[in-house]
């Protein structure tokens, strides 16, 4: 049983649409992630949540943004689509305090920009 | 520089054949190390993970893996592998309390014929 969901989970859009990836939990995970996942490439970390009112990007750059208004949601916004957007696009939460708490993964958004 | 490093991008076994997927890491500090696999269409799942102490940790569904420091090594294994074990694995390294720094592997990609 999932306690975090992504919608969609594919996506198919033109390029220069404005799309907007959800994410939520429902485990009141303070921290949350979005990963990039390409075949055959490691999974890069694109933006990072602390807690409420707090992002900050990841280590790859990405056009993308993000917003955190509530513990539970994580969307994720592309102004203007493009190809080289293409990708999958995972969403990931964990508890805070503890040694690394487990990340808890959504089934990801496959994103496909023609 | 920090890697983690997943040498076999592929395996085929057959079911209830023994399994050990490589991972090797190179890390400055102290590793915080997991094991996480991914079914077709799915998220990610921590399948173990290992912060200090016993050096053979146990996980879910019956895997276990090793750590050992001398070879920078920390190799999942399976004793008897099921056909429900085709999936991709990932090997991850981090630092103490910082999922935001987690180092992955490339994937290793499990099939298991009948």
């Known amino acids: 049983e999932a306690d975090i969901y992504q919608t969609p989970r594919y996506l198919v859009i033109g390029t220069g649409k404005k799309i907007t990836l959800e994410c939520s939990q429902t485990?009141?995970?303070?921290?949350m992630y979005w990963y990039q996942q390409d075949p055959g490439m490691e999974l890069h970390l694109i933006h990072y949540?602390?807690?409420?009112?707090?992002?900050e990007k990841g280590d790859l750059s990405s056009e993308s943004t993000v917003s955190r208004i509530r513990t539970e949601h994580f969307p994720l916004t592309l102004e203007s689509a493009r190809p080289s957007h293409t990708s999958q696009y995972l969403c990931a939460s964990s508890e805070s305090g503890g040694n690394n708490s487990p990340l808890h993964f959504g089934n990801g958004t496959r994103l496909t920009v023609t | 520089a920090q890697s983690v490093t997943q040498p076999d991008i592929h395996i085929t076994v057959s079911e209830g054949a023994s399994l050990e997927l490589r991972c090797n890491y190179s890390?400055?500090?102290?590793?915080?190390l997991f094991w996480y696999v991914q079914s077709p269409g799915q998220g990610l799942q921590l399948l173990l993970k290992y912060f200090s102490g016993d050096t053979l940790v146990q996980g879910i569904k019956g895997f276990e893996a090793e750590f050992k420091r001398s070879q920078s090594s920390f190799n999942l294994r399976k004793p008897s592998v099921h056909w429900s074990d085709a999936a991709e694995y990932f090997c991850?390294?981090?630092?103490?309390?910082?999922?935001?720094?987690?180092?992955w592997g490339l994937g290793t990609s499990l099939a298991v014929n009948p």
């Open positions: 949540s602390y807690g409420v009112n707090s992002t």
């Open positions: 991850a390294v981090g630092e103490a309390g910082n999922n935001r720094k987690l180092i």
């Open positions: 890390y400055g500090a102290t590793p915080y």
């Open positions: 485990m009141g995970h303070d921290k």
